[in-house]
């Protein structure tokens, strides 16, 4: 089990940037395929993108591919997801989630057995 805090949320203008982070406790962080997710108002939480264990395989979803990049570190523990362009669609509550499995195209959110509290992400003039 890993525990994770989500920082880096805030208010920014749209076509601007933010760059997320997900720090996690335990050792065993490098073992575990890691994933965003985001939840807006009035829907349901959905898939942002993955990292595989060794940062060597990435999945995005269609509508932020090209603009996101998800990495991370194992020697500090922590995942990142860089946002650029964003849009007003793009507000949300962002999360980020802990695999104990290999990375999957199309992994349920079922997969994931650890989350985080989420940071407010707001894109608005």
């Known amino acids: 089990q890993v525990q994770l805090i989500e920082s880096g949320g805030g208010l920014v203008q749209p076509g601007g940037s933010l760059r997320l982070s997900c720090a996690a406790s335990g050792r065993t962080f490098s073992m575990y395929a890691m994933g965003w997710f985001r939840q807006a108002p009035g829907k349901e939480r959905e898939f942002v993108a993955a990292i595989s264990w060794s940062g060597s395989i990435t999945y995005y979803a269609d509508r932020v591919k090209g603009r996101f990049t998800i990495s991370r570190d194992n020697a500090k523990n922590t995942v990142y997801l860089q946002m650029n362009s964003l849009k007003a669609e793009d507000t949300a509550v962002y999360y980020c989630?802990?695999?104990?499995?290999?990375?999957?195209?199309?992994?349920?959110?079922?997969?994931?057995?650890?989350w985080g509290q989420g940071t407010q992400v707001t894109v608005s003039s």
């Open positions: 989630a802990a695999a104990r499995s290999r990375l999957r195209p199309g992994m349920p959110q079922s997969s994931y057995s650890d």
